[in-house]
């Protein structure tokens, strides 16, 4: 039988194959690794030498394969060269020289080279998780006491009985003017139809009895007002903040007996505030009953209480890293106001006590910078404000023209708040009592008026001062 003769062609090629290549790697931190494999089975042994820059170590210099290993995959680590330079995202390139062998084949063989991604941990570094949290609880905190004071602070007026009577400048007659107060520009506004009715019938200056004008107005009386200002507590670079706000009331109540009103009112609130470090912004309503009455002659108690809610928006920059998120607020307010209006001859004594109570309820929210996400947990902010006024002004007349010079006097007593507060660029602790001391003019004709106040804050208090002026000039119509 004769013999067969059979030729075999080799299909395997000589070559190397690197695997796992780009490498990412961080300075005092994550190491990485690649594989290299022979392609074929060499007839002589392969050795492979690695050579890596400054930026990266390697677990082995060099590999060898021979014919028994050649189809196993060899392991390199490559771990980043911890350094005190400030180098940002850099590279790390591992130069792979040509393979060595007496197997023709593979001696002199092109080794593709290796690039290593290296993340730098010097310089500017992502804040720490807690950092975050503690960073946004706080900034969510100190914005909702602030809004509770300006709440607290710019309450509605035009539904007491107290004002609808009297023409004064501050009180909630029709009207609409623009001030500057502290160094900050604010504006106010006020329309009421009892008044209204009055303006029409030409008796606006004429103070008279607060149950006869209920009762020359109507069963029904419905009112609005508001306040908005742009403010600004210093240099931006300190981290005091600026801001505007706006906070408007709508009511409509029904008399039910001679002197005294029930009513419903609903309030809308916008407060933005921010610094070189972030801003907070946040929008609310409240809505809810009240009560306005002539316990007797010119002695007046008013009472009202609302419930809403609020949408806000915070962002931080917190180590040069900018995180963002909302968050929901749930709230409750309480005030209770006892005033009065005395003549004495030409001088009109008011002297009020005012009981406010304020619960916003914070709830869990999350931020993030748009890779990593932080819960931030919710938290209850309460102002518990007690406060009484005492304001003397003596009448004198010029040509047409009430002019009232006066004195006013305030104490407050915040027996529940959320801790250090910041009011005009200084704090106030809590469990704190302070008074306030003013000393203005009002001045006014049919139409027009204008009051000039100076006021100094801090008096019993070493921890607050604040000296401010107000200028303002306003149009009835």
């Given at each position: 039988?004769a ?13 190397v ?6 490498v ?7 190491t990485?690794?690649?594989?290299m ?14 050579g890596?820059?400054?930026q990266c ?6 590999l ?13 680590t ?9 180098e ?13 062998s ?6 002199g ?24 949290r503690?960073?946004?609880?706080s900034?969510t ?19 007491r ?5 009297q023409?004064?400048?501050e009180t ?9 107060e ?5 504006g ?5 139809s ?9 008796d ?7 149950s ?6 109507g ?6 007002e ?8 210093g ?13 408007g ?13 029930i009513?419903?009112?609903g309030?809308l609130?916008w407060?933005g505030e ?42 931080q ?12 607020t749930e709230r409750?307010l309480m005030?209770?106001?006892?005033s009065?209006?005395f003549?004495?001859?030409s001088?009109?004594l ?7 109570y ?8 999350s931020v ?5 996400v ?6 209850l902010v309460?102002?518990?404000q007690?406060s009484s ?8 007349d010029?040509?047409?023209?009430e002019i009232?010079?006066?004195l006013?006097?305030r ?10 507060l910041?009011i ?6 809590a ?7 003013s000393?203005g ?12 106040e ?6 019993f ?13 306003g149009?009835r119509?």
């Amino acid at each position: 039988m004769a013999d067969v003769t059979a030729t075999v062609t080799d299909d395997d090629t000589a070559g190397v194959m690197v695997e796992g290549s780009p490498v990412a790697v961080a300075e005092g931190g994550a190491t990485g690794s690649f594989t290299m494999v022979l392609m074929a089975q060499p007839a002589a042994a392969v050795a492979i030498l690695l050579g890596p820059d400054a930026q990266c170590t390697l677990s082995t210099s060099g590999l060898n394969f021979t014919a028994a290993n050649w189809s196993t995959p060899q392991s390199v680590t490559v771990t980043a060269v911890d350094d005190t330079a400030d180098e940002g995202a850099h590279s790390c390139a591992i130069t792979t020289g040509a393979a060595s062998s007496a197997d023709p084949n593979f001696d002199g063989l092109a080794v593709a080279d290796v690039t290593v991604s290296v993340t730098d941990n010097d310089g500017d570094t992502a804040p720490d998780e807690a950092v975050v949290r503690r960073t946004f609880e706080s900034q969510t905190r100190d914005f909702m006491a602030a809004r509770m004071q300006l709440l607290a602070r710019l309450g509605p007026r035009t539904h007491r009985m107290a004002n609808r009577a009297q023409g004064a400048f501050e009180t909630g007659s029709n009207g609409f003017n623009i001030h500057g107060e502290n160094g900050n520009l604010v504006g106010d506004f006020a329309l009421n139809s009892g008044a209204m009715q009055r303006i029409i019938a030409g008796d606006f200056l004429n103070v008279t009895p607060t149950s006869d004008v209920v009762e020359a107005s109507g069963p029904v009386n419905a009112w609005m007002e508001g306040q908005f200002a742009y403010y600004n507590s210093g240099d931006d670079d300190e981290g005091n903040p600026e801001g505007n706000y706006f906070v408007g009331y709508a009511g409509v109540d029904v008399r039910v007996h001679d002197g005294v009103v029930i009513g419903i009112m609903g309030q809308l609130d916008w407060l933005g505030e921010g610094s070189d470090t972030g801003r907070t912004d946040g929008d609310g309503w409240m809505i809810g009953p009240y009560l306005s009455a002539e316990l007797a002659p010119n002695l007046f108690l008013d009472l009202r209480g609302m419930y809403g809610r609020s949408i806000n928006s915070s962002t931080q920059n917190i180590m040069d890293v900018e995180y963002k998120g909302d968050f929901d607020t749930e709230r409750l307010l309480m005030e209770i106001v006892l005033s009065g209006r005395f003549d004495y001859g030409s001088t009109v004594l008011t002297p009020d006590l005012q009981f406010i109570y304020i619960w916003d309820e914070q709830q869990d929210y999350s931020v993030s910078d748009g890779v990593d996400v932080v819960d931030v947990d919710g938290q209850l902010v309460r102002l518990g404000q007690l406060s009484s006024g005492l304001k003397v002004a003596p009448k004198m007349d010029a040509d047409g023209t009430e002019i009232w010079p006066y004195l006013r006097g305030r104490l407050f007593w915040d027996f529940d708040n959320p801790g250090t507060l910041e009011i005009d660029g200084g704090t106030v602790s809590a469990d704190e009592v302070r008074a306030a001391v003013s000393l203005g003019v009002d001045a006014g004709t049919q139409d027009t008026q204008i009051n000039i106040e100076v006021t100094y804050d801090g008096l019993f208090t070493d921890d607050y001062e604040s000296i401010g002026g107000r200028l303002a000039i306003g149009h009835r119509f």
